[in-house]
């Protein structure tokens, strides 16, 4: 496939978002705003306990209470109370355990699902929780991940009769070798902490069973509506085409909204079951135990060198916190980082070996990077503990083992072909701006001094695959889905332009973005194009929002569909003009007889003529559209150099990012302006969970940081203004040339933080601080190191 | 997030609020900028049967000068109290504070007076009320009664205000010339509540520190003195190792809470940086 877009006008272009005065006014319709007539409401009620025998449950007072209709427990639900499937089953001996809606005889973490109350009104619903009255027998919390491995661990789900959910083992060349031919081996535990997505918008689902015959129209606040019309009739039995399903405008998601949630399968089956529109939205309380949390790993990380700086070997352990349930990817998350462990990296050998855990505390799955910001927060500290030990530049390792610009294409030792790269020129660019040399001056003259305030650098030289596909690549590894992506361009009799894509934006700028695509594809200006999206009625084929795919896989489906329209119009044209279409150029939106510049006609006068259809060449059907479906040649590998001026105050321990530099190279850039947004709430997010963000339990399985004055995000005011740059070496599985950046800023940074407060420190002896870095954190490992020094 | 049922009455003057919340019993609360009573009822942690209203009080507004004192009206917003030339000639340290409070959306709806009656131990103006030597003055159906600061503080979200009491405004002493001031906040992001804070009001003559008062805030249920450390202060030189002698001892007798933000070892340590610097500044060593 080569690109067609002989005039660039609009790629490129920091377009202002079209769709950002309805966003930013909330002049829009989120699904709670979607107001159903009859609508029922509905609350659920939730295990306050993290584990536990229901021993009775007694619904009459709340069933009597005012405006109360009907409450379900799962007895009542019987044959209706669906399972949740696990659609990445990532070993043939995976235990998959059953994920009823609501719970059947035991709960197995904080916020289970035990009953739904459905009242005339919300605040009924809300009132008559309180008229439920469980009773639960406590059983024991199953919370360390180690201890849950032993011999005699207490069961999360006693009939598996283990809380191991899967274990494997993926060898890349002989690591055993490289580690005898090494002459250092630096080996260190991370703690990738669980961290709670927190979108602005919590979840809401809204069920109208009133559609044209028989039809269920579901509303849900989801990042993949094409993929829950399909998980919702697997797992409730309606026939697919009586779903519709419609993700209005979503208000973030990072992952969170990558997911078959109960509450979408209670609503629709409880619709179903009256008659009556259903309507349910999270509480930020319930956000915080219900919506799946993300990371939760140990990683067991050992790296092998020689002398002089050369990676022999890398060998990997995790052991990964699948929470009490298998959400729809929950087991493949560590792989989706597997891969990635060897970042940019050239080595002999890599040992990859992953056990998963059940454990009664909340479900975990994707959540920004999935996977991959795991695996490079481990590559990229411990390249740093790496240079330390060898008394390295951190930059001078990485330097010695990256694979260099001319050796793209490159196969890694984890399997994978990297398309592009050029690592020297993204770093170059961010040493100029970082101000390197005087920043480590500094560092020394605060070093020399004992000043109170010490500085650190923080490295991270990153890569990430995007665009999960292709679909074939999918399947081999077990994962239940295709990895295509759909789009219909239709230009209509007047002359404007829709665009129906499979990709489901939530908050990403998909309407602006595409539409420059498309204006320069078919030739005519951004402002008439409209993007259709997020409805299986509008926009029936899609794979939707995740993985930085939606422009890696569906740009491609953009471009492919703009050039049947233009193929289509240039034979109408030429036929209209009695020209030979071969003799035709198609330039700005216009095709002209070449050499004859008096003979020319407009995309949009020959949309009105397919429409009439008086006089179209024979043989041709009416009507000017053009669809594709892309299944992509291969991911695409966007990588930057990202760099942290840290301040530690050494007596309280806090950490302040003084100077954050990224340069990010993720091909060619659709919009400039959506891509540096998509670096700066990426970074903060990183930053999250260097810094700030940590799901906290106690020994009872509760949830400690359950609001958001606990579980603590960072804002505006804590951040430093990021000095973002790129360079841009285009990708060659893609036609535009383009990667993707929707989770760049989250996988680089958190390393470079966490980088930067150990090399404030390390002259004190700090050789690793546990995320996230918190002050007490930060000045116990002070503390310690300091006394430890002393003995 | 769904409050639980309750009655709202709006007075429209204090004797009449003041009626509506004895007459409310033990249920009614008031209202004032609702920046922290209606989070609590959102997440059903408070379920009063009757809100009192006193947000749109005018005789609970402004700020004026008393001669050897200035006037805080329960009710005024946190913004209008930072921006005040009373206030910033008279008790800078407690615009420097209110600055600190939360963010520009809570302090335009949040007041001073919700702030001190609502004596969130993490509440960074109960403290510096508490140092400035405030006087609070309350209505009930008795009358008005005018209470210390220092008898104010009771307990974790507790005050000397009986539930038919009003807190009506805040008498704040006008510290002299020769007086310098900080408050340091120590939290995790700028939202946050304190982890722990230190206000600090430091009279130098001479070259000497002649009187300083230190109190400390989420070292206890309410806001407290660093006792020790003020002795220690009280004639010492205004230098570095003499303030850092006496800020060893601003943890004496505390016995803080541990909880998710620090344990108490840690507060304590914070306690002493945080008094430490926090003379610094106000003694402008």
Known sequence: MTATVEHVANIGRPLRRKEDARLLTGQTQWTDSIKLPGALHMTLVRSPVAHARITSVDKSAAEAMPNVVAVFTAADLGDLNARIPCVWPVTDDIVMPEFPVLAIDEVRHVGDVVAAVLATDAASAEDALEGVHVEYDTLPAVGDLEAALADGASLVHSSAGTNQCYTMNVPNGDYAAAKAASDVVVSRRFIQQRLIPSPMEPRAVAVSPMGTSGELTVWSATQIPHVLRVLLALSTGIPENRLRVIAPDVGGGFGAKLQLYREEILALVLANKLGRPVKWTETRSENMVATHHGRGQIQDIEIAATKDGILKGLKVTLTADMGAYLQIITPGIPLLGMFMYNGIYKMDAYDFSCTAVFTTKTPTDAYRGAGRPESTYAIERIMDELAAELGMDPLGLRRKNWITHEEFPYTTIAGLTYDTGNYEAATARALELFGYDELRAEQKRRRDSGDVVQLGIGVSTFTEMCGLAPSRTLGALKYVAGGWENCTIRVLPLGKVELVTGTSPHGQGHETAWSQIAADVIGVPVEDIEIIHGDTGRAPYGMDTYGSRSLAVGGQAILRAGEKVVEKAKLIAAHQMEANPDDLEFVDGAFRVKGDPERSTTIQAVAFEAFTAHNLPDGMEPTLSGESTVDPADFSFPHGTHLAAIEVDTETGKATVRKYVCVDDVGVQINPMIVEGQVHGGVAQGIGQALYEGAEYDDDGNLLTATLADYLIPSAADLPSFITDQTVTPSTTHPLGTKGVGEAGAIASTPAIINGVVDALRHLGVTDVTMPATPEAVWRTIVAAQSGAQA | ?285
């Open chain 2, 1 to 285: 997030m769904i409050p639980a049922t309750f009655d709202y009455v709006r007075p429209d003057s204090l004797a009449d609020a003041v009626s509506a919340l004895s007459g409310g019993g033990e249920d009614a609360k008031v209202l004032a900028g609702g920046q922290s009573l209606m989070p609590m009822l959102r997440i059903r942690l408070a379920s009063p049967t009757l809100l009192v209203d006193c947000s749109r009080l005018a005789e609970l507004r402004g700020i004026s000068d008393d001669g050897d004192a200035i006037v805080i009206g329960a009710s005024t917003p946190h913004h209008d109290v930072m921006h005040d030339p009373l206030v910033m000639a008279h008790a800078p340290l407690i615009a420097r504070t209110t600055a600190m409070v939360a963010d520009p959306a809570i302090r335009h709806r949040g007041t001073f007076g919700g702030s001190l009656a609502h004596a969130d131990p993490a509440g960074d103006l109960p403290t510096v009320s508490l140092v400035l030597g405030a006087q609070m003055v309350l209505a009930g159906p008795n009358g008005r009664r005018t209470v210390a600061a220092s008898d104010f503080f009771v307990d974790y979200f507790t005050t000397a205000l009986e539930p038919d009491e009003i807190l009506v405004s805040v008498r704040i002493p006008k510290l002299g010339a020769g007086w310098g001031y900080d408050y340091q906040k120590f939290h995790r992001t700028a939202q946050a509540w304190a982890i722990v804070g230190v206000a600090a009001a430091v009279r130098r003559e001479n070259g000497t520190i002649a009187e300083a008062r230190v109190g400390l805030t989420n070292m206890a249920a309410s806001p407290g003195r660093a006792a020790t450390t003020e002795s220690a202060l009280a004639g010492a030189a205004a230098n570095v190792d003499a303030i850092a002698a006496a800020a060893a001892h601003a943890a004496d007798g505390t016995n803080p809470t541990s909880d998710l933000h620090a344990k108490a070892d840690f507060r304590q340590h914070l306690a002493r940086v945080l008094t430490g610097r926090a003379v610094r500044v106000a003694a402008g060593v």
